[in-house]
């Protein structure tokens, strides 16, 4: 909206920011240091985020280092996504309680009072796109997800664009990130250079709202300019690539490619790639009971695509090997999602590669794929 504006706030305005989410009753959400890893958290202050902390990653590794800037944001993203607060791990669907001769049914979903208020500090431009995704997936068709709704309808969103990129991310190459460009009610890009301030971005005027109160001045053009040319460079040092062309004719017609057997070999089927993703949506429902059988309850849990059980039907498995799992895994994520929602189920946020126990790299395994298409219907590779 030409109205909205880009304004400069000093680090001390980001605690006025917290402040302000909290009074009007938000659950404020960010990254926040936990052990040796950085999570995603209830925040209060901005003593709660990672200052001074950058991370490396690359495949099976991920490690913390100090930064010398004191940045609130000069980590990449981390082993969670927000999903897990929009579409919880375990939700409670039924609960029944005996009374007498007969049960009790209660129904948590609509008979909670209102949902939490979410405000979600610190969204990466490639989970800003995955919140979009799954909203198609929960709320863009025929089947609407009235529990992941209601969480998304009061959610707060505060993007930040990336000054430096990740060691496993592709974002750039998915045309996601590094930079945020719809889906936010305010987008920060955190600047250190002669001083450390942060630009704020306007994306609606619910975000044009609570900047009432937050001490800022207008950023001038060459503020707005140098923050720019950060994330522009941010995305030519982007760790990965994946050639985003022709994905659905590619591995459609390659679904027994020798590459899948070589994949399959080294992978555990441990489910920790769909686990850290942040577009899988995977569930399993199940009926639990007490010992007495006097209450029971029906929960959904996430559950994930390469568990043996996950396409189980009379007679076994659909998918019985590793190899299948992952082959099914990958086409999805890169062709018949888009069959099912016009868009990539992958946002090149990294974090398949950087947790896979075995370092299996999705934009590796594409590209040998995509080479021998490329052999095949050309006549020559990309190299």
């Given at each position: 909206m030409s109205t909205l504006r880009t304004y400069r706030i000093k680090p001390d305005a980001l605690n006025e920011l917290i402040q302000s989410l909290q009074r009007e009753h938000y659950t404020v959400i960010g990254p926040t240091l936990r052990g040796a890893a950085i999570v995603l958290d209830k925040i209060s202050s901005?003593?709660?985020?990672?200052?001074?902390?950058?991370?490396?990653?690359?495949?099976?590794?991920?490690?913390?280092?100090?930064?010398?800037?004191?940045?609130?944001?000069?980590?990449?993203?981390?082993?969670?996504?927000?999903?897990?607060?929009?579409?919880?791990?375990?939700?409670?669907?039924?609960?029944?309680?005996?009374?007498?001769?007969?049960?009790?049914?209660?129904?948590?979903?609509?008979?909670?009072?209102?949902?939490?208020?979410?405000?979600?500090?610190?969204?990466?431009?490639?989970?800003?796109?995955?919140?979009?995704?799954?909203?198609?997936?929960?709320?863009?068709?025929?089947?609407?997800?009235?529990?992941?709704?209601?969480?998304?309808?009061?959610?707060?969103?505060i993007a930040v664009n990336c000054t430096r990129a990740g060691g496993t991310c592709f974002c750039s190459s998915l045309r996601t990130g590094p930079r945020a460009r719809t889906g936010f009610d305010l987008a920060l890009t955190e600047v250190v250079d002669k001083e450390h301030f942060l630009l704020v971005e306007v994306g609606t005027e619910k975000g044009e709202a609570l900047l009432a109160g937050v001490t800022k001045e207008i950023a001038s053009d060459d503020e707005r300019e140098g923050a720019d040319r950060a994330v522009r460079a941010a995305a030519q040092l982007t760790g990965r690539s994946l050639e985003p062309e022709h994905t659905r004719e590619i591995l459609y017609s390659n679904a027994e490619h020798p590459r899948w057997d070589v994949v399959g070999q080294r992978c555990l089927s441990c489910a920790n790639c769909t686990m850290v993703c942040p577009t899988c949506f995977c569930t399993t429902v199940e009926d639990v009971t007490d010992l007495t059988g006097a209450?029971?309850?029906?929960?959904?849990?996430?559950?994930?695509?390469?568990?043996?059980?996950?396409?189980?039907?009379?007679?076994?498995?659909?998918?019985?090997?590793?190899?299948?799992?992952?082959?099914?895994?990958?086409?999805?994520?890169?062709?018949?999602?888009?069959?099912?929602?016009?868009?990539?189920?992958?946002v090149g946020?990294?974090?398949?590669?950087?947790?896979?126990?075995?370092?299996?790299?999705?934009t590796e395994e594409f590209r040998v794929i995509r080479e021998t298409y490329l052999i095949n219907t050309k006549g020559k590779s990309t190299t």
């Open positions: 901005t003593s709660d985020l990672p200052i001074g902390k950058t991370d490396e990653q690359a495949p099976a590794q991920y490690r913390l280092v100090d930064h010398a800037p004191a940045t609130f944001f000069g980590a990449s993203v981390g082993p969670q996504s927000w999903k897990q607060f929009l579409f919880p791990p375990v939700l409670k669907f039924v609960s029944a309680k005996k009374n007498g001769t007969s049960y009790e049914m209660t129904d948590p979903l609509h008979e909670a009072e209102k949902p939490v208020r979410y405000a979600f500090l610190g969204v990466r431009a490639c989970d800003l796109s995955a919140i979009q995704i799954q909203d198609m997936v929960f709320g863009g068709g025929a089947y609407r997800d009235s529990a992941y709704l209601r969480l998304r309808h009061e959610a707060f969103i209450e029971a309850e029906r929960l959904r849990k996430w559950d994930s695509c390469f568990t043996l059980d996950f396409s189980y039907i009379h007679g076994g498995s659909v998918r019985s090997s590793s190899r299948a799992r992952y082959r099914h895994w990958l086409t999805h994520k890169l062709a018949s999602w888009m069959d099912q929602f016009g868009t990539f189920g992958c946020c990294g974090r398949c590669i950087t947790w896979c126990p075995v370092g299996i790299d999705i």
